[in-house]
């Protein structure tokens, strides 16, 4: 379990390192898709913005970008209520299988996953929202700052 958070937190950090490896300036003739996003989002911000103030111009596209991204935001919102009420299955299984040896970890971990299987419910369902905002706020944070 270790070596998969270990896996997870480099490409975490290698989007996050990616993400910032363009320092050139954003224009309209950019031609990579990552910048053209960049610069769409600058462009949004101007529009958005009342009487010069940026700050208007990005309260407003959050709340576009909220308001787009709700059926995401309301799909983890339901997987979490699904994983509240599997919980005292799982706590029982936890009781049923308490060694620390193999056996009884790899017997847990299997009925665990037939119990989300049975249940509908998907445990990395909480993932979704994070994967599909980082890079929305990622080129937010360029539009403003490269643009």
């Not at 960049?38 to 103030?53: D, H, K, P, R, T």
Request: aromatic share 12%; proline share 4%; with cysteine.
């Amino acid at each position: 379990m270790k070596k998969k958070n270990k896996i997870g937190f480099l490409l975490v950090a290698s989007l996050f390192i990616l993400t910032a490896c363009g320092t050139s300036e954003v224009t309209a003739n950019s031609s990579d898709f990552w910048e053209k996003l960049v610069y769409f989002f600058a462009e949004m911000i101007q529009f958005l913005s009342f009487n010069g103030s940026t700050g208007i111009g990005i309260i407003l596209f959050t709340l576009i970008i909220r308001t787009v991204l709700l059926p995401v935001f309301q799909f983890q919102t339901t997987s979490s209520r699904k994983m509240q009420e599997v919980q005292p299955h799982i706590k029982k299984l936890q009781e049923k299988y308490p060694g620390k040896d193999m056996d009884s970890r790899a017997a847990l971990a299997e009925e665990t996953s037939k119990l989300y299987k049975e249940m509908g419910v998907n445990p990395y369902a909480a993932f979704l929202p994070l994967f599909i905002q980082m890079p929305v706020l990622v080129a937010l944070f360029q539009a403003l700052t490269r643009v």
